[in-house]
């Protein structure tokens, strides 16, 4: 048997995932419901920061290389909505990770991030992280 991610408090995790690979996103999102998560998948940045200004989530996962709102851009604006939606732990995926970490962008906006693909122990672990 599979262990199932859990918030603190026990509930399910709410996790959005904004990604424009229509199969990225499904497959990520399928895997993410089967370590226990409760899933919001959306196509690019702006929709993510739409849903995270009427829905709350303990954890955004944002892919960072997306058409009309990339993930850095979207991370700034969650952050700058304020109150809760600014607190909602943020985590960027990338294929371009290594360049990334370079330049130690993500640690602007973004509490973790993750190379793409992300297999499943890592992706489980990483969250499980963030939950804690």
Known sequence: MQTQLKCLDGSRPRILFAEDSDTVRLVTAALLRRMGCD???????????????????DLVLLDIEMPVMDGMIAAREIRALGGGAARTPLMALSAYLADWHKGGQWHECFDMALPKPAGRSELQSAIQKILR
């Not at 899933?39 to 989530?57: K, L």
């Open 39 to 57: 899933v919001d998948a959306v196509e690019h940045g702006e929709e993510a920061v739409n849903q995270v200004r009427t829905q709350s989530y």
